[in-house]
């Protein structure tokens, strides 16, 4: 193998972990620094709410656009453009952010970038690494999300307790430039725009996989979204729980790059394995119902490695279903991950508010509980096309 071929893979890897953090970063930075945002621009947490919920809303909107401009662009054009978005949004934020309504459209602006930069990355991962190292490198590609919180945590006593809050934003957006030079080349564009153009229809199962993808993520985000209020209000310090949601992202992170590296070993049944995380993960979000620090830690823990580990396992199960379109395949469950997490704390806060955290998170657990039921009732359909072998998987061996 030439040594420019077999250095193909890693940079498309290198490229795709970095574009996902690039095109991430705005919305956990929101997160993260909240308190100082809010405080200053005069907004609670209500309100940091409904800007994370309106960020995954248009996430959720642009996936399928973004799909096709991939199929016929190529992940290194489209990646480059959600990057310069996603820069454009973390300058924005620092400069112009003076109330909640600017923060909100600015935003916007980076969730048609975030979508652009995910659906690229799987688009080069697709073509550019072989198959038998595919799940890991989607294991590593989706691992940027956890990391992208932890440094967003980081960046509360680092910069914002020391500069201000505006300069972590700026900051962000000059560590995404180097992501520009490893945005890997993709010349299976053009072809792959054609097979999608003529095949628009999407099958069944891959529809299933989406409203599954938006039922299981409805239910992950509630971990990070009120997993430090809900412990508060049942006496457990916040220190404590802020400390487990830390230890939870780190466990995620390994979690999703270990089910990636099993996925390569064992390729057929990876659409059963998402199935059976997601059902874990019921039962750690059920576990987090229950009074005391010892259920809280469980159910992080059981949580966030299983309940939040399988974004990767699925793209991989679906770009091997669709390997000649990845993008416009991938779009389809990226759309029902962006609505879950737009729509499920929405959802999910107005249980806590009416009936109590524990009511909210047995809700929750059956929301990914049923995301298990219907990956399940998806598999007969997927499975033939999951453990073939593509046209794709010859070219980029």
Not at 114 to 138: E, I, K
Not at 305 to 313: A, F, M, T, Y
Request: aromatic content about 4%; some cysteine; charged content about 10%.
């Amino acid at each position: 193998m030439p040594l420019e071929a077999a250095h193909r893979p890693l940079r498309a890897v290198c490229g795709a972990l970095t574009t996902t953090v690039a095109v991430s970063v705005p919305v956990f930075l929101v997160g993260g620094l909240a308190v100082q945002i809010g405080g200053e621009l005069g907004f609670s947490a209500a309100g940091t709410g409904l800007a994370m919920a309106a960020y995954f809303g248009a996430s959720a909107l642009a996936s399928m656009p973004a799909g096709a401009l991939v199929e016929r662009h190529g992940a290194a054009l489209i990646s480059r453009c959600g990057i310069a978005l996603s820069i454009a949004s973390l300058l924005a934020v620092a400069l112009a952010a003076r109330s909640l309504a600017t923060l909100v459209g600015i935003l916007v602006i980076g969730a048609v970038g975030n979508a652009m930069g995910q659906l690229a990355g799987n688009a080069s991962l697709a073509r550019r690494v072989p198959v038998r190292r595919q799940g890991l490198s989607f294991g590593v590609k989706q691992a940027a999300i956890p990391i992208c919180t932890l440094l967003s945590g980081a960046a509360v006593p680092v910069v914002a307790l020391t500069f201000g809050w505006r300069w972590a934003f700026a900051g962000a957006a000059a560590l995404c430039l180097p992501a520009f030079l490893l945005a890997p080349d993709d010349t299976a564009a053009g072809a792959s725009f054609e097979t999608a153009r003529r095949s628009r229809r999407t099958s069944r199962a891959l529809l299933v996989v989406g409203v599954a993808a938006a039922l299981g993520a409805a239910g992950a985000k509630a971990l990070g979204a009120f997993l430090v209020l809900s412990a508060a209000e049942r006496g457990v310090s916040p220190g404590l729980a802020g400390a487990a949601l830390t230890v939870g992202s780190v466990i995620c992170v390994g979690a999703r790059v270990l089910g990636g590296w099993q996925a390569d070993r064992h390729p057929r049944h990876q659409v059963a394995v998402v199935a059976g995380l997601l059902a874990g993960g019921s039962v750690g979000l059920l576990l987090l119902a229950a009074p005391g620090p010892a259920p809280l830690l469980a159910g992080v823990l059981v949580g966030f490695g299983l309940g939040w580990s399988w974004p990767g396992l699925m793209n991989f199960a679906v770009v091997r279903l669709h390997p000649r379109a990845p993008a416009t395949a991938s779009a389809v469950t990226l759309t029902g991950a962006q609505t879950g997490a737009c729509l499920g704390p929405l959802g999910l806060g107005a249980v806590a508010q009416a009936a109590g955290y524990p009511a909210m998170w047995i809700t929750a657990s059956l929301a990914m509980a049923g995301a298990a039921a219907l990956m399940v009732l998806s598999g007969r359909a997927l499975r033939p096309h999951v453990g073939g072998r593509s046209i794709q998987a010859r070219t980029a061996s």
